[in-house]
Structures are given as C-alpha cells and as structure tokens.
C-alpha cells in the first residue's frame, strides 16, 4: 500500500462490519476498527452493491447495531442509481426490488412504475420475484428500455421470511433478462469505478488517500480501478486473479494488525 499523510478507509458492510444487513449484527472487531480509525483522525466511508433495502434502512441497521455514523458516510447501490438515473432524465422507473430500491428512487423524486410506459428498467435483488415481474420487465426492455443495474451480486447471503441460506443477488436476474433480450447491462455499482468515486466524495476523500476493506472480488478489483492507494482483503484467500495489497481472515484479524500498526 502507498504510504500518505492522509489516510482514509473504504469499507464493504456485509462480510466485513457484519454478516447481512437482513441480521445486521456486527462482526468482532468492526466496531473496533471504526472507534480506531476514528481517534486516530482518519475518515471512514462504507459502500455496499446493496439495492434490496434502502440507504435510510441500511443506515437504521448499522445505527442499531452500535456503529456511529453519518449518512454521508454510507454508500449503497440503491442510492447511487437513484442519482444516476436523475442525473441521466429517466424519470419513471419500473424497478425489481424487494421495496429499498423502490424507496431511493422516490426520495431522488423520481416515479416508479407497474409498467408501461417507463423510461428504464432498474434491477436489485427480490426473494420474492415472480413471472410477473419478468414478464414486465420483457416488455419494457423490448420497448428499449435500458437495462440498469443496481448493485452486482451474484448471490448474497441472508435472512427471508424465516430461512436463513445464499440467495439469488440482483447481478443474477439482470443476467437472465439480458439472455432474454439481448439488452446490454448498464451496472451501478462494484466494481464499477464510477460508485466508488461518489463513495469517496461524499466523505471528502480522494482514491489516493484511501484503503478498500472488501471480502469479494469486486470489492478489490473496483479498488484498483478506482485508483486507489490500496486493497484488503477478508477471507481466508483472495480469488484467483484478484490481487489485495494485504490478506486478513476475519475483521478481527484486521483490526489488531490496525491497532499496533502506524497507519
């Protein structure tokens, strides 16, 4: 990691300050790590391709689970698409999403529709997504409408309706719509660069000033993309072809090494 005067951090929520926002119980050593960094003057932000719960509901979560924050501080797939379909004229929204896209989209005064007509189709994750909501979304991406992606996950583990286990993630439905229609994939989130730039100005904070904390490929491979001036990872090995300055095995794990360490 490049040394700096000014030393900032860039953490992933779930997976690195607790297991699942459905659950948001924090993990050892994540209230640590952000009392830590935050005597030593150093600014954190938090970004997650969360898009199934709003900002407001993930911003309550993490409040309720001991962790200080403002809401500057905290990134989410959901927010940033709200922004970038505003940004872009996409005024009426027809949105899969378990009801926390749908939210931070109207808070960005935009309209989210049942159907026809809509200016884009904006995909986040639903345990309960039906034919229906395909068969919606076909019509509308046949119609041209761009295909936006909020978030990126594959899978995701998590907590619904009483089962706890790894779910389908949005990255996942907006494929098979994409194999249905041939729309291209328009991605707001990990490891788009884009989201982690807005992450960082949220906060005042520049790529070169600051640390990712991730525990997934996207997480690192969006570090280094953004430019950033290094890359960690949480797990017990980084995926093949993914490269972090340091590997750590659980929160824990980096919080003691932060706490001894100069940074």
């Not at 938090?46 to 898009?51: E, F, P, Q, V």
């Not at 407001?56 to 959901?78: D, K």
């Not at 926390?100 to 995909?123: I, T, Y």
Request: aromatic content about 6%; overall charge positive.
């Amino acid at each position: 990691m490049r040394a700096s005067r000014s030393r900032g951090w860039l953490l992933d929520i779930e997976g690195v300050l607790c297991d699942s926002m459905d659950t948001p119980h924090p993990l050892p050593g994540a209230r640590g790590f952000l009392r830590e960094a935050e005597e030593r003057g150093s600014p954190v932000a938090l970004l997650s391709n969360i898009s199934r719960l709003s900002h407001r509901q993930v911003l309550r979560g993490l409040r309720a689970a001991g962790f200080r924050l403002r809401p500057r501080q905290v990134t989410t797939a959901g927010l940033a698409a709200a922004s970038y379909l505003r940004a872009r004229g996409h005024r009426r929204v027809y949105a899969i999403s378990e009801g926390g896209l749908a939210r931070d989209l109207e808070a960005a005064g935009l309209q989210v529709v049942r159907g026809p007509p809509a200016d884009a189709v904006a995909v986040g994750a639903h345990r309960g997504l039906t034919g229906g909501h395909l068969t919606t979304a076909l019509g509308l991406l046949h119609r041209e409408a761009p295909l936006v992606l909020c978030g990126g996950s594959a899978t995701f583990r998590g907590t619904y309706r009483g089962r706890t286990g790894v779910f389908p993630g949005e990255g996942s439905i907006a494929a098979a719509l994409r194999h249905a229609t041939g729309a291209p994939i328009d991605q707001v989130g990990k490891p788009d660069p884009r989201i982690y730039r807005m992450a960082l100005q949220r906060v005042g904070l520049r790529p070169a000033w600051t640390v990712m904390v991730g525990d997934g490929a996207a997480d690192i491979l969006g570090a280094h993309r953004a430019h950033m001036a290094g890359a960690i990872y949480i797990g017990r090995r980084a995926p093949p072809g993914v490269h972090p300055d340091r590997v750590f095995p659980t929160t824990q794990a980096l919080f003691r090494w932060y706490r001894a360490s100069r940074l």
